[in-house]
């Protein structure tokens, strides 16, 4: 097998998640394209090394991204993507007319003129049923009519089952030029933790990590008064568990390709605190792990389980809402950004936006890096690539990215949501 790292492009790049997953498996991730100037900046800030298009994918053309990243005239390996789920969602009303469910098109298109030998489209389940079905084959027929071969057995893929101590569904689509064979879609590394009940003994995948192996070494943000007013603080940890000294950059996975970042590993950061009243405290420390708070309806992580499905609130062009955000599994508050982010399967170099607000948009929006990490795998096994360790070590980006405001954010990206 040759040893080199190979190409891709990210469409719908959001703050990253499905980026990093490539990279860990071994890919260059050269271009990203986002229409959120908040996302844009997170990526920019994370990911120093990427091209960030931050233009919506309908202006985007695959020349332009070729000319403006050091992709050139290079071939790429893989296209990849987590368009925008909205439309296809089984949370509320699914509209079939929703604009944004055009929005895959553009990915066919963009493929198109790229010509990668292999793409990828991350969306929820809710693609998959009823009248959104029908959307999903006539991408699949496009595809298969313009050269690419596409899985027509499409799987949902549950992040638990890849090392995500969280229990989320989506759909992958996988797809290859027609001189290139399909890949396999990835097989399971890990059985949920399930508090109370019993676990496969007959299985020989390992536990998945559990709320508490994810966030249990984090300090109590609680405990620092300055996380009232900013989003950092240098901070004692507690002992790690496996999960978690990966997460801090203690160790390194013997299958992590990634390029290594210089960041202190004492500092806490994503977690500004929530300030919540003593009513609600009541209320959230009187709720049974597992269960859901019955007025808000927030659900209370359980310490031996997994995480139930983080889920984005939308932006301000799409009405500011904010979705419910799960309760500590010992602590009366909503969890930080950052315990998110290990639920998500993010190390803690990764940064996120100040606010908890766009953060947890960031978080909730996207895919987790160890599910994308275990696609890109079977990708780069398609390749005939052995994946190396980078010897570069990259510094993270001007921390003034992760501060900046909607407008601010627009203004330097040159880039308005209004086109």
């Not at 797809?175 to 399930?194: E, H, M, S, V």
């Not at 007013?229 to 978690?244: L, M, N, T």
């Not at 859901?292 to 984005?312: D, Q």
């Not at 929006?365 to 795998?377: E, I, R």
Request: proline letters at 7%; glycine letters at 6%.
């Amino acid at each position: 097998m040759r040893q080199q790292r190979p190409i891709a492009v990210d469409l719908f790049a959001g703050a990253g998640g499905m980026t990093l997953g490539f990279e860990q498996a071994g890919f260059d991730v050269l271009a990203a394209v986002e229409i959120d100037p908040i996302h844009c900046a997170t990526h920019e800030f994370n990911f120093p090394f990427c091209t960030v298009l931050c233009k919506s994918v309908e202006q985007t053309t695959g020349k332009e991204i070729r000319q403006r990243s050091q992709i050139g005239d290079q071939e790429i390996d893989a296209v990849i993507c987590g368009s925008p789920c909205q439309g296809f969602s089984l949370m509320g009303k699914r509209i079939f007319d929703d604009p944004r469910n055009s929005l895959v098109f553009h990915f066919h298109r963009l493929v198109l003129e790229l010509q990668p030998k292999f793409f990828v489209m991350e969306n929820v389940r809710g693609i998959t049923v009823g009248e959104h079905k029908q959307i999903l084959k006539s991408l699949i027929d496009e595809f298969q009519a313009c050269g690419y071969q596409v899985e027509a057995k499409y799987r949902i893929l549950n992040a638990a089952k890849y090392g995500v101590p969280q229990a989320r569904e989506r759909l992958f689509l996988l797809g290859a030029r027609k001189d290139i064979n399909l890949p396999n879609y990835p097989q399971p590394i890990t059985q949920p933790a399930k508090p109370n009940h019993n676990l496969d003994e007959n299985s020989e995948l390992a536990v998945c990590p559990t709320v508490w192996q994810a966030i249990g070494d984090l300090p109590e943000a609680e405990d620092y008064l300055e996380l009232l007013h900013r989003d950092w603080v240098i901070a004692e940890f507690q002992k790690p568990s496996d999960y978690a000294e990966i997460m801090r950059g203690i160790k390194t996975a013997i299958d992590d390709y990634a390029y290594p970042r210089q960041f202190d590993t004492r500092i806490l950061s994503s977690s500004l605190r929530t300030n919540h009243s003593e009513t609600i405290r009541q209320r959230f420390q009187e709720t049974p792990q597992g269960e859901r708070e019955p007025i808000s309806r927030f659900h209370k992580l359980h310490p031996a389980g997994v995480c139930n499905t983080l889920r984005a609130g939308t932006d301000k062009y799409k009405g500011s809402f904010t979705s419910p955000r799960p309760i500590h599994p010992w602590q009366p508050r909503c969890i930080t950004v950052r315990e998110a982010a290990r639920l998500h399967s993010y190390p803690d170099w990764f940064r996120f936006h100040i606010t908890k607000w766009h953060g947890f948009r960031q978080v909730g929006n996207s895919v987790p890096p160890l599910l994308a990490k275990a696609v890109a795998q079977e990708i780069m096994r398609n390749l005939k690539i052995t994946p190396v360790k980078p010897s570069i070590q990259y510094n993270l980006g001007a921390e003034r990215l992760l501060q900046l405001n909607i407008s601010q954010a627009e203004h330097y990206y040159h880039s308005s949501r209004k086109d």
